[in-house]
Each structure stands twice: as C-alpha cells, then as structure tokens.
C-alpha cells in the first residue's frame, strides 16, 4: 500500500513536470514523453526497491497504471493553465472578450478534446513505454 501511495504521488509530481516543460514551449515532441516516462520508471523502481517488492507481473501492471494517472495529472495541470491563459486573453483583448465566453470550457470537454488528439494518444504512448521498458529493464538487472 505504501509503494502504491508513494507511487501515485510521485505520477502527480512527473505529471506536474511534464506540464511545466510542455507549456514552456521547448519540448520536442516525443523526447520528452520518453524522459518523463523514463524518469517515471526510474521512481518507481526507487520506490519498488525500499519496499522490496519482487512480483515482476504486478509491478508492470502498476507501472503501467501510473503512467496512466502521470499522464491525466499533466492534463490536469495543463488544464489549469488553460484557464488561466483564457481569462488573461479575455482581459488582454476587447475581440477575444467579445467573441469568447467568459468561462473556458469544462474539464470534460478538455479532456474530450485533448484525448481526441493524436499528439496527446502518442504522448501517452509514449510515457507509458518507457516507464514501463525502464521497470523491465530494472527487473532483468535485479535477476
């Protein structure tokens, strides 16, 4: 349970990463996916070790879950930002004001858009590959 919660802060925390190098506007597409899922990895196999955890099934399993949630929190993070960025144009321009709404659409029409996008399925691909190639790997040298 404690690899589980430590884990799952640590998908929060590379999400917040993620989020900060992509809205930064230096991340080439698919470089970071793979750092980030990398460094994920790397984590995880930090957190398995003190824990002494051994099941190599399930430990990929809940790899590949934590991806998961590393890739919805950087989402969520970039989600956030969007808010923001929509007010501040709203107040920036009397145009975007008046053709714009004054609230940014919800967090499920985000999501709906953004999981709709091929760069974001791609992201998440990728992520998720290399936290887990990384705990594979991690497993292999541990035998």
């Not at 994920?40 to 879950?65: D, H, P």
């Not at 930002?81 to 053709?99: C, H, I, L, N, Y």
């Amino acid at each position: 349970m404690i690899w589980l919660v430590s884990g799952a802060l640590a998908a929060i925390a590379v999400g917040w990463l993620a989020a900060r190098i992509h809205a930064s506007g230096h991340a080439p597409v698919g470089l970071v996916s793979l750092g980030i899922g990398a460094l994920l990895g790397a984590i995880i196999c930090t957190i398995a070790a003190s824990q002494r955890l051994a099941g190599a099934r399930a430990l990929i399993v809940n790899t590949l879950l934590l991806a998961i949630l590393t890739i919805l929190a950087e989402h969520a993070w970039l989600y956030r930002d969007f808010r923001g960025q929509w007010q501040e144009a709203r107040v920036k321009s009397a145009a975007v004001a008046m053709f714009r709404p004054e609230t940014p659409p919800g967090p499920r029409e985000y999501f709906v858009r953004e999981f709709n996008a091929p760069l974001w399925c791609f992201d998440a691909v990728l992520v998720a590959a290399a936290a887990v190639g990384a705990v594979v790997v991690w497993q292999r040298k541990r035998q």
